[in-house]
């Protein structure tokens, strides 16, 4: 079946490090690639989103590239804020939607001032 | 205008009780789930309903029955609570299926059984 593997957290870094947190998946076919972010006692809100390789989504400074070659979608930021700490899912649905979404573990990320 | 809620936010309770949770959106969604997500923080489909039909059910104990008496309302009711049950059950929804649509999640009801 479907799987998603994240890098192990927790991931710590100062503020204005560059951030890299590493997704790669099992999947048949073409499946749309999600990153999801959970701040504390909250539920998970859609961070961005890439639906065909080579797609690049991008949000609030965040980037991740699909890659088909690779069956990677990394999730990427230039310069992270204390405002980022949070655990970060990575996500796919299968080809053709049905909005089945198989997660990763979560990375937690803390960054410290 | 929250746009998807879930009610309690907290419930503790014994072991062989019975409990519901409560989730409704305002979102206009056709399509809502639920997800157990563990101490470790991994998130796993229970049950997903689109316009009040079940079309994902996973290898869940029957003693979670979700019940969708609209498309903006999935109830999670479970019978004889266990204590491998605690966990933080999240609400989400989304637009109809054979989309790729992002899930908007409630904020979660932490349950713990003891």
């Known amino acids: 079946g479907d799987s998603v593997t994240q890098m192990e957290g927790p991931v710590t870094l100062s503020e204005e490090a560059f951030l890299t947190i590493n997704c790669t998946y099992t999947?048949?076919?073409?499946?749309?690639l999600f990153w999801y972010v959970q701040y504390p006692g909250e539920g998970l809100q859609l961070l961005l989103k890439?639906?065909?390789?080579?797609d690049k989504g991008s949000n609030k400074g965040f980037e991740a590239t699909y890659r088909k070659e690779t069956t990677s979608f990394h999730l990427e930021k230039g310069s992270v804020q204390v405002s980022d700490s949070a655990v970060y899912f990575c996500?796919?649905?299968?080809?053709?939607?049905?909005?089945?979404?198989?997660f990763g573990t979560g990375t937690q990320l803390k960054v410290e001032l | 205008d929250t746009a998807v809620s879930q009610t309690p936010k907290y419930l503790v309770t014994q072991m062989g009780n019975d409990k519901s949770i409560k989730c409704e959106q305002n979102?206009?969604?056709?399509?809502m789930y639920w997800y157990k997500q563990d101490s470790k923080k991994f998130l796993k489909i229970m049950f997903s309903y689109n316009n009040k039909e079940l079309i994902i059910n996973e290898t869940v104990p029957n003693r979670f029955s979700p019940k969708s008496p609209d498309k903006a309302h999935l109830n999670l009711h479970i019978n004889s609570l266990e204590l491998g049950d605690s966990a933080v059950y999240f609400c989400?929804?989304?637009?109809?299926?054979?989309?790729?649509?992002?899930?908007?999640f409630g904020n979660g009801t932490r349950l713990t059984v003891t």
């Open positions: 890439a639906t065909k390789a080579d």
């Open positions: 996500a796919l649905t299968p080809t053709g939607g049905g909005n089945k979404l198989t």
């Open positions: 979102l206009g969604h056709d399509t």
């Open positions: 989400a929804s989304s637009q109809g299926l054979g989309t790729v649509s992002p899930l908007h």
């Open positions: 999947a048949t076919g073409y499946p749309s």
